[in-house]
């Protein structure tokens, strides 16, 4: 699984019948020990409610279509968690704030 920050969404009114209704998000690679983004950039179906400035996991290639939500559908990049805390060498460099 790789990490990312949701950095926006992409919206689309035509696509393929077997992906509607599925909200697709636009994702930041990070470099957890810095907690920066990368520079780069993946689109990723959402199985899980995130939300613009949470830090995922997603899953890329075929494993993105294990999910309940994508099993079956045209998928590249599916976020399959939203991440609650990293920690590096015993020390957390990302604490997911919650209301």
Same mark, same amino acid.
């Given at each position: 699984m790789?990490?990312a920050? /949701?950095v926006?969404? /992409? /919206?689309?009114?035509? *696509? ?5 209704g599925? *909200?697709?998000?636009?994702?930041e690679k990070?470099?957890p020990?810095?907690m920066?983004?990368?520079?780069d950039? /993946?689109v990723?179906?959402d199985?899980v409610g995130a939300? #613009?400035?949470?830090? !995922?996991?997603y #899953? #890329?290639?075929?494993?993105?279509r294990?999910t309940a !939500?994508t099993e079956?559908k045209?998928s590249? #990049?599916?976020?399959?968690?939203? !991440?609650d805390g990293i920690?590096?060498?015993g020390?957390? !460099?990302?604490h997911?704030?919650?209301d």
């Open positions: 790789l990490l920050k /949701v926006g969404t /992409v /919206v689309s009114t035509q *696509k393929e019948p077997k992906i509607e599925l *909200k697709f998000l636009l994702l990070i470099n020990g810095k920066e983004g990368t520079g950039y /993946v990723a179906m199985g939300n #613009a400035g949470e830090i !995922v996991f #899953a #890329a290639g075929s494993s993105s294990m !939500v079956g045209p590249d #990049a599916t976020i399959t968690a939203i !991440v920690e590096i060498n020390e957390y !460099v990302y997911r704030e919650t």
